[in-house]
């Protein structure tokens, strides 16, 4: 697991009491939320270069996406995980030395915003076509079952747009075969970008697909953090017991562009009025006052620590260099010797002699000819 | 297929995935260019996947049970691509492609289950990224890899009778390309040839030649040439099948032509 970010108390995971659980979640969904419109405002001020994609709407269910994974399981969130993100372990520098263009990121530059990952701690790097990371979550998990280890589980996430893909169809079917220990998580925003449900499939609901696949599916009110927590934490519980693969169908409403150079017009305001369009962190935030689980004042310095913890990571970022193109490796391949010959043929390139390159290769009678010393393209 | 093997792959495996036919990893591309090609560039953590890919034309195997797709995976970042013509190559390669930390393109040619034996199996091989000279000569070099390679040589030994003598150089792998041995092969004879199975628009033997002008342009004693299948999908009939790739009788025209130059 991931070193996390820092907060008040210790997680205490899973096990927590329900109440002190829903506790947990919404600090994770507040510094999400917080992190993101920080994010947001970098970017209206010219200061992040790239798409920014943000969850707002999204934080209860992508919070209860990381909570009850351990260490050992695998997470494959999308472009609207951040609070799943976090509360997996991922930390407050890596996603503003991304988003930055630090080149002491995960990514060093190469790669940006919600790409980033870290596979070595079993956090996937999506790339962006839709419904790819599903599979590869299955291959993660097959590695895991061929080596013997015991008691993981993957969560792979996905929206209701890239549902529809053959990618996701051809993942989810060798889930179900293979028996792998995953939950899919499906959030259904209602909208691929500017694509409407009516739109994107004709079926009554998406989750009566789980048993085609061989799953066994869950709806649940992505609005609603104590759902979330139950119907998620139930399939990765479920799926970690070893039952079938768990497709869990999420409704809410996108509060937000697709990416922030959106201003969403298409969104109508008869779906604005749904009850899946509420801000699932107000809605938190008002069973927390009305069950009386925090006073207000502990509320307003959660609120803080979560405002501190993003501007210590973004001020660090900033002030950090950005990778050159100078400076860069500019072999797409790890494989040492490889390298080693690539470097070695650089180094022949100045000295090469067309005798030397003869007597390597043939013992047949030659013609002299002088090779030339300009640098040969790289071996690779 | 490939993203399952992907996923095992950064879990610490060394997965084989094994294509019916190269044609159908077309299916593939996504996740062999866009997740196992970049992830080492974006993670740095390798991705060590061999993809098989049983490649080349067979009599009646038609359009979709025919294509050499190595042009395809050169020309994206991250993977290497290995296309054996012997059967010691194919041996010693496939074992060195599981042991190799990244995305392997694997393009065995069927020529060599059908056709081609080998006595004993080797305990060692040339690493990838060597060309071999498969056959010396000093009056023109031809460039090949895969099954076109005994194509090739067929043609030099036809040419002896006729005066020439052929050098032959078989690539081994495609990326890493060894431009090197090239260069020097076309140091000592002076005439080019590139020869490969895989459609004429870009590709392998296009790359070859684009090396060799810029690189070796004063080795030259004629323009290089190059012979590749034709720019329509893959017959059916054995008639069109083997009009439509090179083969010996169009080389040796080729080469004949060069030669006279
Ligand atoms: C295969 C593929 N097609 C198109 C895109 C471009 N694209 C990026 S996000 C997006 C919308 C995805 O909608 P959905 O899956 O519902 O997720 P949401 O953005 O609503 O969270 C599209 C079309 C892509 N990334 N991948
Ligand atoms: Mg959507």
Redesign the interface.
């Known amino acids: 697991m991931l070193e996390t970010a820092t907060r008040g108390k210790k997680s205490t995971r899973s096990k927590a009491a329900p109440h002190e659980r829903f506790l947990e979640a919404f600090r994770w969904m507040l510094l999400a939320r917080t992190l993101e419109e920080k994010l947001v405002s970098l970017y209206r001020g010219g200061l992040i270069t790239g798409g920014v994609y943000i969850g707002k709407g999204q934080e209860a269910v992508s919070v209860a996406c990381g909570l009850f994974l351990q260490k050992g399981d695998i997470l494959a969130p999308l472009i609207r995980d951040q609070a799943g993100r976090s509360a997996f372990g991922e930390p407050l520098l890596d996603v503003t030395r991304t988003y930055l263009g630090s080149r002491q990121g995960?990514?060093?530059g190469?790669?940006g915003n919600i790409?980033r990952?870290?596979?070595?701690d079993n956090q996937?790097?999506m790339?962006?076509?839709l419904g790819?990371?599903?599979?590869?979550?299955?291959?993660?998990?097959?590695?895991?079952r061929?080596?013997g280890e015991k008691n993981f589980v993957g969560l792979s996430c996905i929206g209701e747009g890239g549902m529809q893909t053959g990618?996701f169809h051809?993942?989810m079917n060798?889930a179900a075969v293979?028996q792998v220990p995953l939950v899919v998580v499906a959030t259904n925003n209602h909208y691929a970008y500017s694509t409407p449900n009516d739109r994107e499939f004709a079926c009554d609901d998406l989750v009566d697909r789980a048993i085609a696949y061989g799953f066994e599916g869950y709806s649940v009110d992505g609005t609603d953090l104590a759902k979330c927590l139950d119907v998620i934490g139930g399939a990765v519980k479920r799926a970690r017991a070893g039952r079938p693969p768990q497709l869990v169908v999420a409704s809410i409403l996108r509060l937000s562009g697709h990416g922030e150079h959106d201003d969403a017009t298409y969104v109508t305001d008869e779906i604005k009025r749904e009850p899946f369009a509420r801000d699932c962190v107000k809605v938190a935030e008002q069973a927390i006052v009305d069950l009386n689980l925090a006073d207000a004042e502990t509320l307003t310095e959660w609120r803080r620590d979560a405002a501190a913890q993003v501007d210590q990571a973004i001020s660090t970022a900033q002030k950090e260099a950005a990778p050159e193109g100078d400076e860069e490796d500019w072999c797409?391949?790890?494989?040492r010797?490889?390298r080693r010959?690539?470097s070695c043929?650089a180094m022949?390139n100045a000295f090469?002699s067309?005798d030397k390159?003869?007597a390597?290769?043939?013992?047949?009678?030659?013609?002299q000819?002088?090779?030339?010393r300009?640098n040969?393209?790289?071996?690779? | 297929?490939?993203?399952?093997?992907?996923?095992?792959?950064?879990?610490?495996?060394r997965?084989i995935v094994e294509m019916q036919f190269a044609d159908f990893s077309s299916t593939a591309l996504?996740?062999i260019l866009?997740?196992a090609?970049?992830?080492?560039?974006?993670?740095?953590?390798?991705v060590p996947i061999t993809v098989r890919l049983p490649s080349g034309g067979t009599k009646g195997s038609g359009p979709f049970h025919s294509q050499s797709m190595e042009s395809i995976y050169a020309h994206y970042?991250?993977?290497?691509v290995m296309t054996p013509a012997t059967v010691e190559d194919a041996y010693t390669m496939l074992i060195e492609a599981v042991g190799?930390?990244?995305p392997v393109v694997y393009c065995e040619h069927k020529y060599l289950y059908y056709h081609l034996k080998a006595d004993n199996l080797p305990t060692e091989g040339l690493?990838?990224?060597r060309a071999r000279?498969a056959r010396?000569?000093?009056d023109l070099t031809i460039v090949t890899y895969s099954a076109m390679l005994h194509e090739a040589l067929a043609v030099a030994e036809q040419l002896v009778n006729e005066g020439f003598?052929i050098?032959v150089v078989d690539l081994r792998s495609v990326?890493?390309?060894?431009?090197?041995?090239v260069?020097?092969?076309v140091?000592?004879t002076?005439r080019l040839l590139c020869v490969g199975e895989s459609f004429p628009w870009g590709g392998a033997t296009a790359e070859i030649i684009a090396?060799v002008t810029?690189?070796?342009f004063?080795?030259l004693d004629a323009a290089p040439q190059r012979l590749n299948a034709k720019d329509t999908p893959i017959p059916y009939h054995p008639n069109l099948w083997s009009a439509h790739r090179p083969n010996a009788k169009e080389i040796a025209r080729k080469a004949r032509a060069l030669l006279r130059e």
């Not at chain 2, 990326?175 to 041995?181: E, G, M, V």
């Open positions: 995960p990514m060093r190469r790669d790409h990952g870290r596979p070595r996937l790097a790339i962006s076509h790819a990371m599903v599979s590869v979550t299955v291959g993660a998990l097959m590695a895991k061929f080596r990618a051809e993942g060798i293979e797409a391949i790890s494989t010797d490889m010959r690539r043929s022949t090469l067309t390159m003869l390597e290769h043939s013992a047949a009678p030659l013609r000819r002088k090779v030339s300009r040969f393209p790289d071996a690779c | 297929m490939v993203g399952t093997a992907i996923g095992a792959a950064i879990n610490g495996m997965p996504n996740q866009n997740n090609g970049t992830h080492y560039w974006r993670t740095n953590v390798s970042p991250g993977l290497i190799i930390d990244d690493p990838t990224g000279i010396e000569g000093r003598e050098e990326k890493p390309l060894d431009t090197n041995t260069l020097a092969s140091a000592r002076g090396r810029a690189e070796g004063h080795l």
